[in-house]
C-alpha cells in the first residue's frame, strides 16, 4: 500500500527512503521493546506526501501525510483502531526542521529512524539528489566550509552539512540511534576533509 501512495519523483523521498526508515526503526524499536504495530505503518507512511523543500506548502507535508496514513489504518479491518492516535502523532512529530522533541516511545524512534537518513553516505547522496532538483550550487565558491559566513542550505548544498547533516548524532533519542549516528558523523567529518582538500588541488 506505501509503494502505491509514495510518489518516486523525489529519489531522496522515495518508497526506498520509506523502506529505509522502516528498517532503522524496526532495529531501534525490538531494541527498546516498542509497539512495532505503531512503528512499522508511521515508518511505511511518515512521507507519503512531501513536498519540495522550497515549496510554500512544505510545512504541511507531515500533516498531509499523518492524514492519508490514519485513513488507510481505519480502511482495515484487523488494525487496532485505538493505535491510529499513536501512528498519526509519530508522523506528526517526525521533522527535523520543527525541532519537535517527542515524549511518545514509538515517536521517538520514527524521529530517530528518519534523523539516520540525514546522517552518514546516503545523506550524501539525498542532498545532491535534493540539489539537482532544487538546482542550487554544489557549494559557495568563496567559503565552501562556512567559515566566514552563516550557513544557508537553500542556497549552497554543503551549507545542508552545517544546519543539518553534523547536528543529527546530538539529536538522537535512543541508544543504538545514538551508537549509530556517531560512526555516521564520523564519515561525514571525514568526507569533508578529503573535499578540502580535493577543492584546495591536493
Not at 500533516?63 to 508522523?91: F, Q, R, W
Not at 567559503?143 to 547536528?167: G, H, I, Q, V, W
Amino acid at each position: 500500500m506505501a509503494k502505491e501512495k509514495i510518489p518516486n519523483a523525489d529519489v531522496s523521498h522515495d518508497f526506498e527512503h520509506a523502506a529505509r526508515v522502516l528498517a532503522n526503526a524496526e532495529r531501534i524499536a525490538k531494541s527498546e521493546k516498542a509497539d512495532l504495530d505503531v512503528v512499522i505503518p508511521a515508518a511505511l507512511f511518515h512521507d507519503v506526501v512531501v513536498y519540495p523543500k522550497n515549496h510554500p506548502d512544505k510545512h504541511l507535508s507531515q500533516v498531509e501525510s499523518a492524514e492519508i496514513a490514519a485513513g488507510i489504518l481505519n480502511s482495515m479491518d484487523d488494525y487496532p483502531k485505538v493505535k491510529i492516535k499513536k501512528v498519526e502523532t509519530c508522523i506528526l512529530e517526525c521533522s527535523f526542521s520543527k525541532g519537535i522533541v517527542p515524549k511518545l516511545l514509538e515517536s521517538k524512534i520514527l524521529q530517530d529512524s528518519d534523523g539516520l537518513e540525514a546522517t552518514g553516505a546516503i545523506s550524501i547522496m539525498r542532498t545532491y539528489s535534493s540539489t539537482g532538483q532544487m538546482k542550487r550550487p554544489f557549494y559557495d565558491v568563496d567559503d565552501p566550509f562556512c567559515s566566514k559566513r552563516e550557513p544557508n542550505s537553500m542556497n549552497n548544498a554543503l551549507d545542508l552539512f552545517y544546519t543539518r547533516l553534523l547536528k543529527v548524532e546530538s539529536r538522537m533519542h535512543t541508544k543504538m540511534a545514538k551508537r549509530i549516528a556517531k560512526r555516521r558523523t564520523d564519515f561525514l567529518r571525514r568526507f569533508l576533509v578529503e573535499l578540502k582538500m580535493e577543492l584546495e588541488g591536493k
